[in-house]
């Protein structure tokens, strides 16, 4: 197996309380890899410092061999990431968005090619307000991809979609997993965890607190579900 990602003793604070409180990780090529962890656990805050958009404090980061710390540029160049409360200006449309996305890179994808792929054509000329949350999505999907990633960074890409749109969500996650895209997925959701997830972290204040397949948190936990095992790992029952 090759890591993708590989983080050691990773230490994060904001003024004087610790958002990443030692974590280490490793993340294997081609995975759909599952951050979860109650709210303000640390998880957007791990990704951002995994895709260069924020300095950790201490430990070390290997992201598809480089350092995110100095290699910043090059390694936004390799990561597509679709960040909590992603948002465009209203009027672009579809088109227009993913050719501005595309500019950004130095050997993007045929962004024509990528908009028929996920099925954005027929919209191209939508404007980013007029479309419904599931097409939202696919279209913060295609524009992850845009720039030929070889690691995609998801944060709650499924918050707020209708069920349907959701499980088609998961179609097009997996279909970035066949493509050979290695895929860092923050959710909320232990039934999404478990029907896409090869392995996952739940982070609880800063810290790893179990990691590994489903299965195997599942049956760490002693329990009959995903959901079941989390409430038990992070103890917070209180909250069902
Ligand atoms: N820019 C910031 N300045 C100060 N504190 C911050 C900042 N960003 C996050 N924090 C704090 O760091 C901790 C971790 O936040 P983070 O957003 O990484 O958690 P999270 O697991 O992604 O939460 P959520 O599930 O709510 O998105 C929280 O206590 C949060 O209040």
Same mark, same amino acid.
């Given at each position: 197996?090759?890591? =993708? =990602?590989?983080?050691?003793?990773?230490?994060?604070?904001?003024?004087?309380?610790?958002?990443?409180?030692?974590?280490?990780?490793?993340?294997?090529?081609?995975?759909?890899?599952? =951050?979860?962890?109650?709210?303000?656990?640390?998880?957007?805050?791990?990704?951002?410092?995994?895709?260069?958009?924020?300095?950790?404090?201490?430990?070390?980061?290997?992201?598809?061999? $480089?350092?995110?710390?100095?290699?910043?540029?090059?390694?936004?160049?390799?990561?597509? %990431?679709?960040?909590?409360?992603?948002?465009?200006?209203?009027?672009?449309?579809?088109?227009?968005?993913?050719?501005?996305?595309?500019?950004?890179?130095?050997?993007? %994808?045929?962004?024509?090619?990528?908009?028929?792929?996920?099925?954005?054509?027929?919209?191209?000329?939508?404007?980013?307000?007029?479309?419904?949350?599931?097409?939202?999505?696919?279209?913060?999907?295609?524009?992850?991809?845009?720039?030929?990633?070889? $690691?995609?960074?998801?944060?709650?890409?499924?918050?707020?979609?209708?069920?349907?749109?959701?499980?088609?969500?998961?179609?097009? =996650?997996?279909?970035?997993?066949?493509?050979?895209?290695?895929?860092?997925?923050?959710?909320?959701?232990?039934?999404?965890?478990?029907?896409?997830?090869?392995?996952?972290?739940?982070?609880?204040?800063?810290?790893?607190?179990?990691?590994?397949?489903?299965?195997? $948190?599942?049956?760490?936990?002693?329990?009959?579900?995903?959901?079941?095992?989390?409430?038990?790992?992070?103890?917070?029952?209180?909250?069902?």
């Amino acid at each position: 197996m090759t890591a =993708i =990602i590989e983080i050691n003793e990773l230490r994060k604070s904001y003024k004087s309380s610790p958002a990443l409180d030692g974590v280490t990780l490793r993340v294997e090529r081609g995975e759909i890899f599952g =951050i979860a962890g109650p709210n303000g656990a640390g998880k957007t805050t791990l990704v951002e410092c995994v895709s260069g958009l924020r300095q950790a404090d201490g430990g070390t980061l290997r992201v598809l061999g $480089l350092d995110p710390r100095t290699d910043r540029r090059v390694l936004l160049q390799l990561i597509g %990431a679709q960040l909590q409360e992603a948002a465009l200006p209203d009027a672009i449309k579809v088109a227009e968005a993913l050719r501005m996305y595309a500019s950004f890179y130095d050997k993007p %994808a045929d962004w024509r090619a990528v908009m028929d792929e996920w099925g954005l054509a027929d919209r191209k000329n939508v404007r980013f307000a007029n479309l419904s949350g599931g097409w939202k999505q696919r279209l913060f999907i295609a524009l992850a991809l845009v720039g030929n990633p070889k $690691l995609v960074m998801l944060d709650e890409l499924t918050t707020g979609l209708d069920p349907a749109a959701r499980r088609t969500t998961w179609g097009l =996650i997996r279909e970035m997993r066949e493509r050979g895209v290695t895929v860092v997925l923050v959710t909320h959701f232990m039934d999404e965890a478990e029907a896409l997830c090869d392995r996952l972290a739940v982070i609880d204040r800063g810290h790893v607190i179990a990691e590994g397949t489903p299965r195997a $948190l599942i049956d760490k936990a002693g329990s009959d579900s995903l959901e079941n095992a989390y409430f038990t790992l992070t103890e917070r029952t209180e909250a069902v």
